[in-house]
Each structure stands twice: as C-alpha cells, then as structure tokens.
T-cell receptor, first 117, second 114 residues
C-alpha cells in the first residue's frame, strides 16, 4: 500500500516551454502533498507543501509564480514549471502522507527528470 | 545552513558485515527521524523511523539509534547484502504551523561488495 505515482518520469523540452508534472496517490487520500527538488549529488530540498482545496505553501526562495501548484483533489497534485529555462533543469520529486494515519511517513513518487535545452 | 548532515558521501562494506550510516542534526525541535533508501532514477523508499522519545528502533536487519544529547542518529544494517547498495538519506521532521516538514541530509552512497 501507500503508492505514489509521478508522471512523466522524464521530460526534455525547449527553453520557454511550460511543463506540468502530476503526482497521484494511488491507494490512499492525501490532503497534503509535498514537492521536492534535487540537484546532482545534493539533498532533496522541499520546494512547497501542496494543500488540497487551498493555496500551496512555498519555502523561502521558491518563486510561486514560477512553480505553480494545484491540488484539486485528495489524490492529485500538479506542479507546473512555467516558462522553463536551463537553470530549472533538475530532478523533481513529490511525496504524500496518508490522511488516515498522521504517524505514517511520507511516501515518494519516482521523480521527474526535467531537462531544458 | 545544513540542519541535517551526512558527512560520509560514500561507504563500502563487505557482504555479510555490518553497515553503519551516520547522521547529525542541529535543530533541537526535530521530533521524528527517518531513513530512506534511494536507487538511481527512483524516488526514496521509506526504511525505518524513530521518534525523539526513543533511542532505538529495530526492524529486521535495520536498526536506528538516536542519541539526542549528541544530536546524532545512525542506521545499522546487519548482515549487509548486495541489494542494500543504494543511496541512503537521513531525514528529520518538524511540525511548522501544523504541517510536518522533512529536512534531508545529503545522502550516503552505500556499496556492498560480494
């Protein structure tokens, strides 16, 4: 149980393109989902906390107009990288924690590798 | 400022021996600690966790030890197996404005040699 699916797994696109990444909790409901970013050989850095039915909470230094988050249902959150540029190239990972048990750890998707040319 | 640190970027261990991965933290408000395992091109997989009110938690071959006074935790894997080769991330949890937030270390790449 507690499976998180992330799609797509790999994106290559031209500079200026907007890219949408989906994060789904397949067998549980998640009011809260999280979006992380990982640069090569570095740690996972929390970008934002996605809350179903309300605005996302962004970490310091993360541009909310650049990284649009929508959490329209209890099983789906999306991250849109708007007008992506080469410096946005990174590994983006989402996670979710089951609502039914607040003591459960966060479960992660397999990540999306974004490459902007 | 790195609140969670894994000072060893890599570790190599013989199959069958014990693997010990270390993690230090600076924020005394962290109340829950987790270890995740990550293979290339995949998301982290939860391994084991420990609450700040405990000093040890064991699950099969995996044991996590917490030393609050030293702000240090470690993951012991025994016996180590080739399938344990992966990057291991230590994470610490804090409740901020009602939301749980995880802070990750940089990771340690564990290689188990046959």
């Amino acid at each position: 149980g507690a499976v998180v699916s992330q799609h797509p797994s790999w994106v290559i696109c031209k500079s200026g393109t907007s890219v949408k990444i989906e994060c789904r909790s397949l067998d549980f409901q998640a009011t809260t989902m999280f979006w992380y970013r990982q640069f090569p050989k570095q740690s996972l850095m929390l970008m934002a906390t996605s809350n179903e039915g309300s605005k996302a909470t962004y970490e310091q230094g993360v541009e909310k107009d650049k990284f649009l988050i929508n959490h329209a249902s209890l099983t789906l959150s999306t991250l849109t990288v708007t007008s992506a540029h080469p410096e946005d190239s990174s590994f983006y990972i989402c996670s979710a924690r089951p609502d039914r048990n607040s003591l459960q750890p966060q479960h992660f998707g397999d990540g999306t590798r974004l490459s902007i040319l | 400022d790195q609140q969670v640190k894994q000072n060893s970027p890599s570790l190599s261990v013989q199959e069958g021996r014990i693997s010990i991965l270390n993690c230090d933290y600076t924020n005394s408000m962290f109340d829950y600690f987790l270890w995740y395992k990550k293979y290339p091109a995949e998301g982290p997989t939860f391994l084991i966790s420990i609450s700040s009110i405990k000093d040890k938690n064991e699950d099969g071959r995996f044991t996590v030890f917490l030393n609050k006074s030293a702000k240090h935790l470690s993951l012991h894997i025994v016996p180590s197996q080739p399938g344990d080769s992966a990057v291991y991330f230590c994470a610490a949890s804090e409740i901020i404005q009602g939301a749980q937030k995880l802070v990750f270390g940089q990771g340690t790449r564990l290689t188990i040699n046959p």
